[in-house]
């Protein structure tokens, strides 16, 4: 079965702290791609990031990291010096083959919340 | 650039009442997707259609139908609304339903049953 697991339902801090959203998986699959999506406040789903499964190197993209392990099935994101901007929902998903076909299998949502 | 479009944005209906939700994409996507999104659920997977002319349930398909009018289109039907139905209702597409791509998706539409 395909699961992910936000367990952080809600997750609030002062603006300049870094924060780390943790997303843990479950597949059978070998090949497989995760990916983070954020929705902020207006709504919208934003894509941030796809890391396949062959690849474990982390990423860095200016404030944003993503920290891949396979060993721990683990997708976790963290933000460097946050901003207000960077409160929203954080999704994190998993693409693997469901039924014969490829299909995303969503995490609950970490709402992040940055007060200035 | 569009992307995906989704109408209406928001929506009331009363038990019992029909309605569909539309979306186009203007990426030349082949697969689309529609999720419900409700509080502390992430998103579920309503249906998808890999291709032009095909359609498939996915988590939570009752309740509900789809069309795949042509590759840009693809419709959400509810016959006899329910307030369980009370939710966001998004539509993705990506280009290629076996591939590695992220999905894109639209605004949403906030739909509500009384």
């Known amino acids: 079965a395909q699961k992910v697991t936000q367990a952080q339902t809600e997750i609030s801090v002062v603006e300049k702290e870094d924060v780390t959203l943790d997303c843990v998986y479950e597949?059978?699959?070998?090949?497989?791609?995760l990916f983070w999506y954020k929705q902020p406040p207006s709504g919208e789903l934003v894509f941030l990031i796809r890391?396949?499964?062959?690849?474990?190197q982390n990423e860095i993209s200016g404030r944003y990291s993503w920290n891949f392990q396979k060993s721990t099935s683990s997708f976790n994101f963290t933000i460097t010096a946050s901003q207000v901007v960077d409160s929203a929902v954080y999704f994190c998903a998993l693409s693997g083959i469901i039924q014969g076909a490829q299909k995303l299998v969503f995490g609950q949502g970490t709402r992040l919340t940055i007060n200035p | 650039n569009a992307g995906v479009t989704q109408t209406p944005k928001f929506q009331v209906l009363k038990t019992g009442q029909s309605m569909t939700l539309q979306c186009a994409q203007d990426?030349?996507?082949?697969?689309m997707y529609w999720y419900r999104q409700d509080p502390g659920m992430g998103l579920r997977l309503i249906y998808y259609s890999a291709s032009e002319g095909t359609t498939d349930k996915g988590e939570v398909p009752n309740g509900y139908n789809v069309s795949r009018l042509n590759k840009r289109e693809f419709s959400l039907r509810l016959e006899s609304a329910a307030p369980s139905q009370t939710s966001v209702y998004f539509c993705a597409s990506r280009a290629d339903v076996w591939g590695n791509q992220p999905q894109h998706f639209g605004d949403g539409t906030r739909l509500s049953i009384l």
């Open positions: 990426m030349n996507h082949n697969s």
């Open positions: 597949t059978r699959d070998t090949t497989y791609y």
């Open positions: 890391r396949n499964s062959f690849d474990e």
